[in-house]
């Protein structure tokens, strides 16, 4: 069984968490045109390596941050958004 | 008499029958192709890489590969789940993610599934071969991943809503599963068509679409390419239609929850 490690409540079962997507800053609404904020609602980084990705623990509803590697799955670390050591 | 009270437990409200739907041997599809275009002089080089994609002042010249270099103004790219990382080579960005989407067969039995059986809500399909396999799918894996790694979450949840359709399956064994690529888009319709790129066409985010487009897509993107003008049928298609919020209202999406 594969697992995650909630930054809270420790390493659990994958089953437990939910994917958020890719961590994208978001471009300040009142001053970008339209074409860069159509890139930030749907573009992705699609290439595959390490992304820093939003998941949830969700018994918890804990929302953090994991840095995997999109090709080998392997989560290099977590920690809750905003507290990057 | 069918008991679809089914204990009250799960009693079925309803259903969809589609008449002409049918079961065809893609395997055998993607070979006749192959040789179809073989006959027609169209050279094939299997093991070859693409390594990257040259272009100057937004338009292709060339391709290189781990064969070789290719000089050439224009490049159909139709690589399904290896998408993004072509589109890095010439720099372009797309919504599209990769989820694997996984499969099993089961062993073989006598014949006793001659439709092919769909559960929205149990997010199975299952169809079985004229050697009597079972051959079953879900929805897709629930995260991005560019692998076709296969995972015992996925036997464990199909297994169960599997039993839940058709529980004297219980001593079935399966015997085989996989992965594949699937390219995704937020709309669930393809991304095909020219693109920023001069000389660059994309045929992709066809994820979870099966097969069953190829012919028409391969008539109209010929067409595309010939011309350097997108043939009518995909104009909605294009990588461009994110960009001006022109998404497509799928309607033929599969009905599992892909």
Known sequence: ???????????????????????????????VDDSIWAAYVFHRDG??????????????????????????DEILRTYLYGEEA | MMDISCGDRAPILGALYHAPGSIARHDAVAWGYGRGADQRGVEIHQQTEVTGIEVQSDRITGVETSQ??????????????????LLEMVGLRSPITIHPLQ???????????????????LHVYVSQTARGELVMGASLDPYELHSTRSTL???????????ELFPFLSQVKV????????????????????????G???????????????????????????????????????????????LVGEKGAASVGH
């Open chain 1, 1 to 31: 069984m594969k697992q995650l490690t909630c930054p809270i409540n420790g390493t659990r079962s994958i089953a437990e968490f939910i994917y958020g997507g890719e961590l994208r800053p978001m471009p300040d609404p009142q001053s």
């Open chain 2, 103 to 121: 499969a099993m067969v089961s062993e073989p039995m006598k014949p006793w599934l001659d439709p092919i059986i769909v559960s929205g809500s």
């Open chain 2, 200 to 246: 660059f066409y994309l045929d992709a985010g066809w994820g979870t679409w099966g097969f069953k487009a190829t012919p028409v897509c391969g008539k109209t993107m010929a067409y595309t390419v010939a011309r350097d003008r997108n043939h009518t049928l995909i104009e909605e298609f294009g990588i461009d239609r994110f960009t001006q919020y022109a």
């Open chain 2, 153 to 163: 979450e996925f036997t464990e949840g199909l297994a169960a809503h599997m039993l």
């Open chain 1, 47 to 72: 290439a595959p390596g390490v992304k820093r990705e939003w998941w949830c623990h969700s018994p918890s509803n804990t929302w953090f941050i994991a840095e995997r590697h999109t090709v080998t």
């Open chain 2, 175 to 198: 015997v085989r599963q996989w992965a594949g690529m699937a390219d995704m888009t937020p709309d669930f319709a393809p991304i095909m068509g020219k693109t920023p790129i001069q």
């Open chain 2, 68 to 85: 070789g270099k290719i000089s050439t103004p224009r490049v159909l790219c139709a690589v399904a789940g290896f998408t993004p990382r």
